[in-house]
Structure formats: C-alpha cells, structure tokens
C-alpha cells in the first residue's frame, strides 16, 4: 500500500498516528425490526400496502385516460385545473412514488443492514503489470519498424493531421459567407425603402399623421411585409419593425441633420435594440424614454435615440419619414446605418451620437 | 378537430355580473352623454363639475386645469372626458402627491360626480369623450378575431403587461398594472388617454373593433385552466425558484430519509 | 475490477459458479443464468461486482438525482419525439386550442400545441420533461458542490472531475438547445439574444453566425440543427460521459466521510446486492415519482400563453431558465464598452459576459484540481472526505464563488429586485456591479472565520467533552456547564483530519500560495493535550470554559 502515501515530503497525506487510536468499526446495534416480531410485521403490512395501492391507481389512470375528455376542467384552490391532465399526472405520478418508497423500506428496514467493509487497492496498475506493459510496448514498437523507418510514422500523422482540412470543408456551406456583398444584401439592409408605407402591426393598416396624438405609441411595420411568408417574412420583421411616437416638437431635440426625417414631432425609429436585438417598445411618453425589457437598455427618443442607461452602446437608429399626397407616413429610405446588434465588419462610424448635429 | 365549439366562458358568472353592471353604469353614463341632454342641463352638469374640480383637482392641476408641467402634474386641457373617467373611477385621483406613480385605490365620488368633472374637463378642449359600451364590449367575436386579439395584445401590450396582463416593471420605480382585474371600459380608456407613462393607442392605428379584440382574448386567456399551479404566471423565474425548492428540496429530504438509520432496539 | 474480499467468499449469489451437487437454493438460478454465462462469460464480470461495498450518506446521492433525471428525460423526450415537428415551416393553426385559431406560427409551435392540447398525456410528458431538466442542472451542480466542499475532487478523481465540469456544461448547451425548439415568444427571444452574443465574437462573429443560423437570424434552419443537437449529439455526448463518469465510480470506489473504522484503504457501507441495488432502485422511482407529481400539479413553460415566435414580440418577463441567469444577469449589468475601430465594431459589452464570463467559470472548475494539488503539494490519493471546516481555505473561496455566482444571477432579476423592494432599476444595476466584486470578499473572510470557530469547537469536544446543558453549582458558588467525555470513536472523528503543511519546494509564487492555503488552521489536539485535559476533568465535572480556551489554543502551534 505504498502507493498510498507518495506525496511531498513536506506534506504527509495523513498523520503518522492520530491523537486517538482508531477504535474500528462500532458494533452493529440491531433495529426494531430485527428484534420486535410486531414492529417486523407491521413494517411488512406497510409495504405490501404501498404495492397494494400501485394497481388501484393504475387502474384509476386508465379510467381517467378513457373517460375524462383532454377538455374537462374543475375548480380547486382558486385555479381552474386541466382535469385529465392532473389525473393522469397524478395517479402515475403516485404509483411510481410509492413503488420507490416500498423498495426504500424494503431496504431499510427488511434487507440486512449490517455494514461491511471492501478492501480498496491504488488506482494504478501494480508494478508487474506495467512492467509487462512497458516491455509488450517496446515490443511492439521494436517490431513495427518504426524506429528504422520513421517516414512512414511522420506520414501517418501528417496524413490524417491533414484531413482535418476535408472535414472542416465539406461544413463550409453550413450558411452563405458573409462577405462585403452578402451582408451588404441581408443584415445591413432591410425591405424598407423611399414611398413605402407605414403600417399598423398584425391590422396593416396605414398610419396617417394627422390621426397621430402626441403621447401615441405605434408599433408598425413596412407596407411591403404583407407580401412575405415563412422564412422571408421573419428575416425581414426581424430587422424591419419600427415604433413610430408622437411627441410636443417644442419638448425635444431634433438635430439640424434630421430636421426632415419626422413629420410634427412624429419620429420612427429602429424596434430591435442595439444591444442583442430584443423588440422594444417600453416607451414612457412623458420622460421619452424607451425601455428593453431584455436587458434594461434605456434610449432617449427625445434626442435621436441616444443610450442613457444600460448595456446597449449605440444609439437606436432612426427611420426619415414624410408623408404621401394622401397625408399617410411613408419612409424615405432605407435605414441609413444597419439595424440591431453589433457585428465585426460593422462601420460604427455614422451612427448619431450624442451631440451630433 | 376543426369543427367550431363555442367558446367557452368560464369564471362565467362573474364576468357577466361584471359585464352587466358596466354596461347599466355605461347606460347611466350614455344618460349624461351631452347629445342627449338640452343645453341648460349640459351647462348645469358642467358648471356642477367645475365646482367638484375646484375642490378635488385644481390644488395640483390648477383651476382652469392647466397643470404644472415643472412639477411634472399634466394640463388637462386635451384630455378628454375619458381620462377623467378612467383617473377617478379607478381611484387614481385625486392622488396623494405629485411624486410617485398614482395608483388604484377607492374611489369615493358617485357616478354622477364622475360624471360631471368628465363634462367639465372635456369643456376645457378637445379629447375622446366617454365611450358607448358598444365601442369596446366584444361581443359576437369569432375564435378568429379572439386570436387575432391575442397578436395585437402581444404586439403591443404585453411588453409591459407581460404575456397575460400580469403586470411589469418600468425603470425608476414604475410599474405597469396587472391587467387580469381591469374593466373593458376602462381598458379602452387607457389605451386611448394614456395615462401616466402609457403611451397612447389611437384609434387611428387601433380602431375600436381591434380594442374588442384585445379585451376579449384578455378575458379568454385568464380564464384557460392551467396544467397545475401556475406558479405566479410570472415566466422561468419562479419556475426555477420552484425546482430548487420543490424539487431539489423534496428530493434531499427522501435521500436523508432513505440513508437515516433511525432509532435502534 | 475489485478483487472479491472475504465477504463475499461466502456469498450464495454466484449462481454461475454453482457445481451440479450445490444445495437447492443456489441452483434455482442456474438455468437461465448458465445459459448467458455459457455464451458471455458475463459471470467473470458479475462476481467481482455484485457484493460492492456502497457508503450510505444522503450527500453521495445527490449525483443520483441528476442520473435519474437524465434517464427521465431520456424517456419522455422519445415520447416527445413521436409528435414534435422540427420545422421552420410556417402554418395556420387548426387545432383545438381556439386563442391561437389561424395565427400563422411555425410547424415546430404547432406541433408543441398539439402535443399539449390534443395528445392524451402529452402536455403531463412535456412538462415532465421541462422539470427533469430543470432538476438535472440543479441536481449536477449541487453535486458538484458536494464534491468541492468535501475535497472529493483530489486524485485519483481529478479526471472525474473533469467529466463532472463536461457534464455540466454540455448540460446547459442541451438544456438550451431544448428550450428553444418549441418556437415560442420567449424561446425566440433567446435565440434573439444567442445570436446578438454570437455576433460579439471578435473577428469570426458574423462568420459564426451565418453558419450557426444557415443565413441571417432567424432563418428556417436552427430549429432542425438545435433538434438534432437536442435529440441526438448532445444526449450521445451526454450518455458517453456518464459511463464514463460511472465507470471511474465504480472503479475508484466511493470516498466516504471519516469514522471509526473507516480509512483510506476501505470501504464501509453496504453491499451492491440486495440493499443498494434496492435503496438506488427506489431512489429513481421516487426521482421520477416526483418528477411526474410536478409535472401534473405544477405548470411550466405555458407555451400557449407566450405566443408563436414573432420578431416584433416580447414580453415582459423574458427570462432564460435558471441555469443561464447568471450570464444574462452578468449581460445586464455590463457597462456599455464597445470599440469602433476604422471600420470595425468590437462589442465587449457583450463578448466577456456572454463568452468570457462562462469560459472563465467552466475553465476555473475544470483546472481547480491541479491548481489546489499544485498549490499543497499534494500527491497522494484520497478516499476519506474532507470536512469542509478543516479545509477553511478552499470552503471560503468555494463560498466566495458561489457568492458571485449568486451575485450575478440575482443580477439577471433586477427587475424584479426593483418591483419587489420598490428601488429603482438603475440602482440595482449599479449596486450589482459593485456587488459581484465586493461580497466574494466579505463571503470569503465571513466562511473563513465560521470555520475556523467549528475548529475550535472541534478541539474543545476531543479535550472537554461535549456540553450536557447541566449546569452544576460549585461549592464556592460558581456556575459551570458540565460536559460529557466524547467516545473514542468520535474523538477519533474530530481529530484524525490532516493538517495542512506549506511546500517548502516550487517557486516563489508557490510557496506563497501553499502558507497561504495552510495559514490560520486551528490546530488539532494532541495526544498528550488529550492525556492532560482527561487528567483535568472528570467524566461529569464542571469546566472552565475561558480556561479550557486559552488551554486548547496554546496547546497547538500555529500552523504557519
């Protein structure tokens, strides 16, 4: 058992001899049940009784299975409870916790419980054995040849180092490669664009500025997204949602540069927050203030949509609108600076900061 | 699987008791509606709610309801005889103090009274007047619409109601109100006033038929039973709290159980 | 294998060694049992196994119930499976939950609506399912904490351990991976969030996202790549490194705590056949019996009530699981740094919470092993546990991570601090960057000097016995608690630990480390600190407690 106690010689694994001698195992003391005929009969009545309950309840998930419809519902506890649904549950749920419990007692209190105590050995393998082990390897090696011809161990591991290369290869259309045109095509551009309409959310319809309160909150999307389905319609929400507000233009900060991107004091601005792309729209009127409720990224709608609290770094952007000859918001453009969260190549240049003009 | 069932009611009986008393007050209320009163009993009722606004109101709002915007207390020129239903009768105001968010209490005036501050307000300016029930108690709604509510609702509301009108949290203190127990009438009046840091949603973008909506699938989908307790319908955080405690707990008392050895002979 | 001990030489379960002229009751079992052997040699195996000494603590099953869970959803994710659609697909809604009637959601939603409104059982399956996950996170890490406090980490267990971190961490990724295939409100949002992270990624973020989402977010892709994660890569890893994990069990043996008897060359418990076999075997059922009373009595992920995924949707309330709030609290309270390099965007203020805060976790628990063997000098094996009092160093820096741990995840409820104790949100979030910092510091001192007390405690039961709660007037008319002398069984408990020894080899930066790591034990009391203390005291005498104080600590020198 020397193995046991190799260590640092500044540190013994355990104490040479403890303070008080190990007086080994205790004695084992018997339980009720070992001695008292009656206490061992009614711990055997209680587990024959808890299997005796499996079938009942078993046949009771049936009956629930059959004759409760997957409708039915019932009134306890101040909740309206699935009725099947909680039946089911709880008829299999008991039956499985009382055969647990039945075996815990079996073990507990039928099974012998005297303790007993196994041998441990070291983890490694004894001497002889790896004295074995070191000469069939050497060997081993000795006939393979490889030590007079080394080439062929230096090709075999180049070889299959390099078929690492095939292996990441064949995963290179796992999606289309975000080069300078691909992205300028999908995240940094989205199907907004000039004389598109803005419209109401889910009831599409068009938003005419002169129907705009101030303190009214629109959460609208282009006109043209009717038209997209499935993958298409998501890609596209995802970046083209927009919170169009209404606010006193005398009580905000409109910059010179954007003087006509709003409409009287209504401004559009990016739904999807700059931070990791949640859909904000926690707009307190009368402080202007936007809230994520994601991750608490505060903007100012007041000032351009600059960040004044929070994790988000960059400023929301913002959509220039006007109106068609029919009084109804339309866009401008496209969004001048890509929407949503942070990427790599993305030129952080010509997003509005605070202060810009 | 596609054949229509009606839908279901539950909690029945209180929702219609709730119904049928709105819709007696709206009745009482479409009583005073001005178009339906000669003009001497308008002025009576108006110049009855100007004296009820000087004593109730006018200490913060100002007497011709003006406000005080640098104590952050609203003009109530523009807001209609709606915001002051929706502020009074649900106890909002008169509100104890300028600082924190008003919030519902006991109203104590009669509907009458109500009545008569809205009249005065709305004569200050413009603003949506008092709504008919039949501008936003649903009634005859296909599953289709109802559902079609439900996308609107979770578009536009439950950001900071959450997914059934349980209730937010809004920055500095604020909170948005759980939903569960608001009136149709007064969920329109809401969304059309905007009151405190609720925006406004006009009918412009949400016209009246959508509002029915809204309050329908709100009323539908409080009353869907639930597979067990809900737990708060709060979402994964209480969920998590509750398999720490019911589930890691329950099972760290069976295994001390299983492993006791219990009193010996 | 072990090598068969004494106990077992007598042993009338090996039925596949049973001669023909062995007495009846051996041989019933010889048949079916000859049979396989005759074709296996599976007895070869067996013998050595079914008499397996197991000790009996309700700590060492905590492991257990992360094993249990991960067989429960072993069993309701196939069931799952039979129904669930994963497809990006969009449909209108024609079945039988009438609030969602003819909204265009994913087939992947439809199907989960299906499963819980027209699938006899199928909404009491996924919630099963969603609570075995939830308990097989929490059941791992609670064990892994087990394993931390009692020093059951150190060799031969390290690659155990390691295992352990694997488990876990996949674990989440698996745990994930299932949360967002239903395609609701709030599985969508994560995703949201997952790819907002993975575009933080310097250099490679964008690249990383096109291949993940096959295109750009959320495309109709990642819902079939994260079910074959869910359903297959993940669970293949999973099974693969809890064999493995069970294997180094078996073979190690388990450790057990300190006791008369017990010694780091045995072990003392209980044989495999028949009370473990019973006592592990009830133990599932009663895992999966709660599971199941969970998932019937308690609603989880009310999917119905959240909505299809809609990019333009949120609500409030949008958490993950628990077991990612510490990344999303740590994401919360980041400041905003991001850099705008020519024309590049570096997002720091996503890239070290998301990326950097759970390589920092998973690489500081994977390392910890060797960074404390190094740090001891340590090279022996263990079997006997540590308390965790007289290891006061690692259990205070254990509790000093929890306590970040901690720091972090309340951190991802801010808002719900700010309802909850009506202070505002954004001095929350400003108190949490503070806290993350500053409470590891205090939880560390604060542990550190309730285990040096427990230490003390210790050395005052071995010398003066425990209290009695007698007190007895003395003839001059003071007061006295008397004490009982200990037996020497647990005198032997209380004083057998190790006690720690700085290295005197290694570099500086090691030496200094390991007096750290020794410094301010309480020592243990001595035989002859013993002899003198029962020489003092009589079975049932009154004791000086100040006394015996000042005697218990001079009596030691400091370890240092």
């Not at chain 2, 819709?23 to 009583?31: K, N, S």
């Not at chain 3, 995924?309 to 958490?319: D, K, L, R």
Request: charged share 15%.
């Amino acid at each position: 058992m020397s193995e046991l106690d190799v260590r640092d010689a500044a540190t013994p694994p355990e104490p040479a001899a403890t303070p008080v001698p190990d007086p080994g195992l205790e004695e084992h003391v018997e339980r009720y049940t070992d001695v008292d005929d009656r206490a061992s009969r009614a711990t055997y009545r209680q587990i024959v009784a808890m299997l005796g309950a499996v079938p009942v309840l078993v046949v009771a998930f049936v009956v629930v299975y059959f004759a409760v419809p997957i409708s039915a519902e019932f009134a306890l506890f101040g909740t309206t409870w699935k009725a099947q649904h909680v039946l089911l549950g709880g008829t299999v749920g008991l039956a499985i916790l009382l055969i647990g419990m039945a075996l815990i007692q079996w073990a507990r209190l039928v099974m012998s419980d005297v303790e007993m105590s196994e041998e441990r050995h070291p983890a490694q393998t004894g001497p002889e054995a790896r004295a074995v082990l070191a000469a069939d390897t050497k060997a081993g090696v000795e006939e393979s040849g490889i030590k007079r011809r080394a080439l062929i161990g230096s090709g075999v591991a180049g070889g299959l180092g390099l078929l690492v290369v095939p292996a990441l290869l064949a995963l290179g259309d796992l999606g289309p490669w975000p080069t300078d045109a691909v992205r300028a095509k999908t995240i940094e551009k989205t199907i907004w664009a000039e004389g598109i309409r803005l419209v109401n959310d889910v009831n599409y319809l068009p938003l005419k500025a002169s129907e705009l309160v101030v303190g009214q909150l629109v959460n609208a999307e282009p006109e043209n997204l009717q038209a997209l389905h499935g993958s298409e319609y998501q890609i596209a929400k995802a970046k083209a949602a927009i919170i169009v507000v209404r606010m006193d233009p005398n009580s905000i900060r409109i910059p010179d540069s954007r003087k006509d991107w709003q409409v009287d004091g209504i401004l559009c601005y990016s739904k999807i927050c700059t931070h990791v792309g949640c859909p904000i729209s926690l707009w307190e009127q009368q402080s202007h203030h936007l809230l994520c409720p994601c991750h608490q990224s505060t903007f100012d709608l007041g000032n351009s949509g600059v960040v004044v609290f929070g994790p988000a770094a960059r400023s929301l952007p913002q959509l220039p609108i006007t109106t068609d000859a029919d009084g109804y918001l339309v866009a401008r453009s496209d969004f001048t600076v890509p929407v949503g969260p942070s990427f790599f190549e993305r030129d952080s240049s010509k997003d509005f900061k605070d202060g810009d003009n | 699987m596609s054949e229509r069932k009606p839908l279901r009611r539950r909690r029945g009986t209180r929702a219609f008791v709730l119904a049928a008393t709105l819709g007696l007050l709206a009745v009482v209320y479409a009583g005073f509606a001005p178009a339906t009163r000669s003009l001497a009993e308008n002025t009576e009722q108006i110049t009855q709610g100007k004296d009820l606004f000087a004593t109730n109101c006018a200490s913060c709002h100002g007497l011709g309801g003006e406000g005080l915007a640098e104590e952050g207390v609203p003009a109530l020129t523009n807001v209609g005889a709606a915001a002051v239903e929706f502020q009074v009768s649900t106890g909002r105001m008169p509100a104890p103090n300028t600082v924190s968010q008003p919030v519902p209490r006991e109203n104590t005036f009669t509907a009458d009274e109500v009545a008569a501050m809205a009249a005065y307000v709305a004569s200050l300016g413009t603003g949506p007047g008092i709504p008919n029930e039949d501008q936003y108690l649903p009634s005859g709604l296909t599953a289709e619409e109802i559902a079609e509510g439900g996308e609107l609702f979770r578009t536009n509301c439950s950001a900071c109601h959450n997914f059934k009108g349980s209730g937010g949290a809004l920055p500095n203190g604020v909170t948005a109100p759980n939903l569960q127990e608001t009136s149709p009438q007064h969920v329109w009046e809401a969304m059309r006033t905007g009151p405190g840091q609720m925006p406004v949603f006009a009918s412009g973008a949400i016209p009246d038929a959508d509002v029915k909506k809204i309050v329908a699938y709100l009323e539908q989908v409080n009353a869907q039973p639930s597979a067990g307790f809900n737990l708060g319908g709060l979402g994964p955080v209480s969920e998590g709290l509750w398999a720490w405690i019911a589930g890691i707990g329950v099972l760290v008392l069976f295994a001390i159980w299983i492993t006791t050895k219990g009193a010996r002979a | 294998m072990a090598k068969p001990t004494k106990i077992r030489e007598d042993s009338p379960a090996l039925a596949v060694q049973t001669p023909p002229e062995a007495p009846p009751a051996v041989n019933k079992l010889a048949p079916a049992a000859e049979w396989v052997d005759q074709r296996s040699g599976i007895g070869k195996v067996i013998k050595g196994a079914l008499r397996k000494i197991f000790p009996d603590h309700w700590s060492f099953l905590l492991g257990e119930i992360a094993l249990y869970s991960f067989i429960i959803l072993l069993l309701t994710g196939v069931f799952l499976t039979l129904w669930f659609k994963p497809s990006m697909g969009e449909v209108e809604y024609s079945g039988s939950y009438e609030l969602m009637r003819n909204i265009p959601m994913s087939e992947a939603f439809a199907s989960t609506l299906n499963i819980s409104f027209d699938v006899r059982g199928g909404l009491l399956m996924r919630q099963i399912h969603h609570w075995a996950a939830m308990l097989f996170v929490a059941a791992m890490t609670i064990h892994m904490l087990r394993v931390f406090f009692t020093g059951a980490f150190r060799k031969p267990r390290e690659l155990n351990w390691i295992i352990g971190v694997g488990l876990l961490s996949i674990g989440l990724i698996e745990g994930f991976a299932g949360y967002s295939l239903p395609d609701d409100l709030l599985s969508g949002t994560g995703l949201r969030f997952v790819d907002g992270s993975i575009r933080s990624i310097p250099i490679i973020g964008t690249w990383v996202e096109f291949f993940v989402f096959g295109g750009e977010f959320p495309g109709e892709l990642i819902i079939p790549r994260l079910y074959m994660v869910h359903i297959l890569l993940v669970p293949g890893l999973l099974l693969g490194l809890i064999s493995a994990h069970m294997a180094l069990l078996v073979y190690h043996k388990h450790t057990q705590w300190p006791g008369p008897g017990r010694t780091q060359k045995n072990v003392v418990g209980y044989p495999l056949f028949p009370v473990y076999a019973a006592k592990a075997g009830g133990f599932f059922f009663i895992v999966f019996g709660v599971t199941t009373l969970m998932g019937a009595l308690m609603q989880i992920n009310p999917v119905w009530l959240y909505g299809p995924y809609n990019p333009s949707q949120v609500t409030a309330g949008s958490q993950p699981d628990w077991y990612m709030g510490f990344v999303e609290g740590a994401i919360r309270i980041m400041p905003n740094w991001e850099w705008h390099l020519g024309s590049t965007t570096w997002s720091w203020n996503i890239f070290i919470p998301f990326v950097g805060l759970m390589g920092l976790l998973f690489t500081g628990l994977a390392l910890y092993p060797f960074i404390e063997a190094w740090v001891t000098g340590d090279k022996s094996e263990h079997h006997l546990l540590d308390r965790p009092r007289n290891a006061p160093n690692r259990t205070a820096f254990g509790v000093a991570c929890m306590t970040c741990y901690g720091m972090f995840w309340a951190a991802g409820g801010n808002d719900i601090i700010a309802t909850q104790f009506h202070v505002s949100l954004n001095d929350v979030t400003y108190f949490m960057r503070v806290a993350v910092f500053v409470a590891p510091v205090i939880a560390f001192i604060v542990t550190k000097r309730i285990c040096l007390s427990l230490q003390r405690r210790d050395a005052e039961t071995v010398l003066h016995g425990s209290p009695t709660g007698v007190i007895v007037r003395s003839p001059d008319g003071g007061y006295t608690e008397a004490h009982t002398p200990v037996s020497q069984g647990e005198a032997y408990t209380l004083t057998r630990h190790p006690q720690w020894t700085p290295v005197e080899s290694g570099g500086r930066v090691r030496q200094r480390l390991s007096r750290w790591f020794a410094h301010g034990q309480i020592a243990k009391p001595t035989a002859e600190d013993i002899e003198a203390a029962s020489h003092h005291a009589h079975p049932i005498s009154p004791v000086d407690a100040a006394a015996d104080e000042t005697a218990s600590i001079g009596s030691g020198k400091d370890a240092e």
